[in-house]
């Protein structure tokens, strides 16, 4: 069901220098830092030749990424995001094989103007998956 890696995102406490990382160090296509208020959160894009890395930083202490940021205080790996064909075909199969869909259940539209939805960690190895309707 699942298709491409969409990308990973990477939570942040200081993107600026996330940023540098992936530019300086990793050499690495790097955009100007993006804020998207719909999502808490300012946005680093990283291109890379077959898929994206996104560096989240919160906007404020009402951040959904702010609680991960207490978990872990140095950043880290936040979430995956995958294509799918179709997302509410793709909600309904998942909730019907006892996937826990987080928020309303409803898509949202995501970072990149397409609808997405999130899917907790408990059910998929520990980690936060995006779904987005490519
Ligand atoms: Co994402």
């Known amino acids: 069901m699942i298709g491409r890696l969409n990308h990973v995102a990477i939570a942040t406490p200081d993107?600026?220098?996330?940023?540098?990382?992936?530019?300086?160090?990793?050499?690495?296509?790097?955009?100007?830092?993006?804020?998207?208020?719909d999502h808490g959160v300012m946005v680093v894009f990283v291109e890379l030749p077959n898929t994206k890395i996104e560096l989240l930083e919160p906007l404020s202490d009402a951040s959904p990424i702010m609680g991960f940021l207490k978990k872990n205080p140095n950043g880290g790996l936040h979430h995956l995001c995958y294509e799918v064909e179709d997302i509410i075909a793709a909600r309904d199969k998942l909730t019907a094989a006892g996937a826990t869909v987080l928020g309303t259940g409803e898509p949202r539209i995501g970072a990149h103007g397409k609808p997405v939805i999130f899917l907790?960690?408990?059910d998929f190895v520990g980690t936060l998956v995006e779904l987005e309707q490519a």
Do not use: E, M, N, T
Request: aromatic fraction near 4%.
């Open 15 to 37: 993107i600026a220098k996330a940023a540098a990382v992936y530019r300086d160090v990793l050499g690495a296509k790097v955009s100007a830092p993006v804020p998207q208020p």
């Open 120 to 122: 907790h960690p408990k």
